[in-house]
């Protein structure tokens, strides 16, 4: 009777906010975007705790994956295209931390990408009877080429050229490494719960990362984004990267809580939603 209750007033807020027209729609959401940033600011005071909760959240995600595939032995619904840049930008940036300095970071991103690799291990091989690769069909090279060109023009001005890049590199590729996920998904349009719940961890990831920068442009009144090593071009752009990503997952995350909120276990996603 409680959930009951609660379910309510939620079905019809959100019956009422489809029925509104874009303009409203897009208020709500920029509104929604606001507060949640002003909370954060307000609660967490030190920028770099956003992206140990970034990195921690997309560990999370990776974590249900491996729940699902150990019990329910499938990997389907899975892009294993997506785990592979994932396993490629982790792997460049845990080796540029370590040339650099280790920290909670490196530490993080280890242990994400160790678990990175038993997943595409097991889609690879052991669950392969149940990848649909037809499916996963968007071309790993279609991010990858766009982000190196990028990373080559656009890095972070340091004594080494060859990390600058790859740290580039990393940041453009995580941006865009959800996209072969989400495409499989505009296939299906039906989506189970432990898919739903690892994409949406990732869109929390996001969030807090791309909060990260906006915040810290707000604290330094603009400055921020021409200071050391960057020039006028490599922090705008990794904003840019986030703000990307964060947008493309941000429909997803909608009707994903949507779900939750009305109590059904599959994530139905309309025909105009995540086409890319």
């Given at each position: 009777m409680g959930q009951k209750g609660v379910q309510r007033p939620l079905q019809k807020l959100f019956s009422w906010v489809r029925k509104q027209s874009n303009k409203v729609k897009t208020f709500l959401g920029v509104f929604t975007v606001l507060t949640i940033l002003v909370t954060l600011k307000l609660l967490i005071h030190e920028h770099n705790h956003f992206f140990v909760l970034a990195e921690f959240a997309h560990f999370v995600g990776i974590l249900v994956l491996i729940y699902k595939l150990t019990t329910h032995k499938t990997c389907s619904g899975l892009s294993l295209k997506t785990q592979q840049l994932t396993?490629?930008?982790?792997?460049?940036?845990?080796?540029c931390s370590l040339q650099i300095e280790g920290d909670i970071h490196t530490l993080l991103d280890l242990v994400t990408l160790v678990a990175t690799f038993w997943l595409i291990f097991m889609m690879k091989y052991k669950l392969k009877s149940s990848y649909v690769a037809d499916l996963d069909n968007m071309k790993k090279y279609i991010v990858i080429v766009p982000s190196?060109?990028?990373a080559f023009f656009i890095h972070p001005r340091t004594n080494n050229l060859?990390?600058?890049i790859l740290w580039a590199f990393a940041v453009y590729i995580e941006g865009v490494s959800v996209l072969p996920q989400?495409?499989?998904?505009?296939?299906v349009k039906i989506i189970e719960p432990f898919t739903a719940h690892y994409v949406f961890a990732l869109g929390v990831s996001r969030f807090f990362s791309c909060a990260h920068w906006i915040i810290k442009v707000y604290d330094t009144s603009g400055s921020y984004l021409s200071l050391s090593g960057g020039?006028?071009?490599w922090i705008p752009m990794i904003i840019?990267?986030?703000?990307?990503?964060?947008?493309?997952l941000a429909d997803f995350c909608y009707y994903y809580v949507k779900s939750v909120m009305q109590g059904q276990m599959m994530v139905r996603l309309p025909a105009q939603v995540l086409e890319l």
């Open positions: 396993a490629t930008f982790l792997f460049a940036r845990l080796f190196l060109v990028i060859i990390l600058s989400l495409h499989l998904m505009q296939n020039g006028f071009f840019l990267a986030e703000i990307v990503q964060t947008f493309v």
